[in-house]
């Protein structure tokens, strides 16, 4: 944390690296709710000062200790100092592409965490629709030819922070900012198409939850049939045609918990991209992630009742040989059916 502060531009981004797996890799709450504004303040001075990759890892760090510091009065303050200084990057064309990227991701993750006024949330998702749909893509327009990790980030942000915002509001996208997103189905980044193809569908279900059907959803289901290019887009498709989304199941630990909708999907997602490999262990201990994912207390588990949890050697052996005859079997019987129409 120290180093967050030393003249050496390299000393700084290795601090920052260090601070990034440190957080996303452990549960340091209490560690760091006294050092927030020391930490904070460090912070600041990487994203003001700094240039491109410094830029960057401030706002991935930034949005971890967010993370940490959870969706109380000590997570807002961290937002609220830092918030205008996110926008000012984000929407300065002139700055790093990965800078702007990196507080697309920090706006979004830190305003879901611990915005305290609508007027927040508001405000964000403007800044980043602004970055992912600009005027020029607007109803009747075009998609821009560009696209790259930058507008990814900006519309997974701002599709998160849908997931959080009223029902009034959903009804205004349905109403004024439907159009900008099926113009980038045909984007020129694979990314960004499936992005667009699932937050379609988000908002599909948002709408379906709160009772209202979108009068386009004909038209644009058509697009999406002649677009779909993924097999993402058939799952999309078969919630906007039947309201059934293909769950998806994560096991952590001796725990598991179910993705049954694109809000869940989205929400988890968001939360995978920032923690990296660290996302089971935070599932396990992070009482903000439990919380969100409505998980209850981390459990607290003695010696014997993990050593029980353990499967043997032998066990897994067992049980491995019996799923391989079964598949045998199971591939057995469908070449004979084959053989018998041949």
């Not at 531009?9 to 996303?24: E, G, H, I, N, W």
């Not at 967010?66 to 109380?72: A, D, I, P, V, Y």
Request: charged share 25%.
């Amino acid at each position: 944390m120290d180093n967050l502060l030393d003249k050496s531009t390299k000393t700084r981004q290795v601090a920052l690296q260090s601070l990034r797996l440190a957080f996303s890799s452990k549960t340091l709450s209490e560690f760091l709710l006294e050092r927030r504004l020391t930490i904070t303040d460090s912070l600041e001075k990487c994203l003001k000062k700094g240039k491109g990759e410094e830029q960057a890892l401030a706002g991935t760090v930034l949005t971890l200790l967010c993370l940490q510091m959870g969706s109380g009065p000590e997570g807002e303050e961290v937002f609220r100092s830092l918030k205008p200084l996110l926008i000012s990057i984000l929407t300065d064309s002139t700055a790093s592409p990965s800078a702007r990227q990196s507080c697309a991701m920090a706006l979004g993750m830190c305003c879901y965490i611990a915005a305290a006024d609508l007027e927040d949330v508001i405000l964000c998702l403007s800044c980043l629709e602004g970055v992912f749909s600009p005027p020029s893509a607007g109803e009747g327009g075009s998609a821009p030819t560009q696209h790259g990790p930058l507008h990814c980030s900006a519309l997974q942000s701002w599709s998160l922070l849908l997931t959080i915002c009223p029902p009034s509001h959903i009804k205004s996208v349905l109403d004024n900012r439907w159009l900008k997103l099926p113009p980038l189905l045909s984007s020129s980044s694979v990314m960004l198409r499936i992005l667009a193809g699932e937050t379609i569908a988000l908002v599909f279900e948002l709408a379906h939850d709160m009772e209202v059907l979108a009068t386009e959803s004909n038209k644009y289901r058509a697009k999406m049939d002649r677009r779909k290019q993924r097999s993402i887009f058939r799952d999309i498709l078969r919630f906007i045609e039947s309201g059934e989304y293909q769950e998806e199941t994560i096991r952590f630990g001796l725990e598991c918990m179910y993705l049954d909708s694109w809000a869940r999907q989205r929400t988890y997602q968001a939360f995978k991209e920032v923690l990296g490999s660290g996302i089971r262990h935070h599932l396990q201990n992070n009482e903000l992630l439990r919380e969100i994912f409505g998980l209850g207390p981390p459990l607290v588990l003695d010696t014997a009742a993990l050593k029980a949890s353990k499967v043997s050697r032998f066990e897994k052996h067992l049980y491995n040989s019996a799923a391989f005859k079964a598949r045998t079997k199971a591939r057995s019987r469908v070449r004979d059916k084959r053989v018998d129409v041949l």
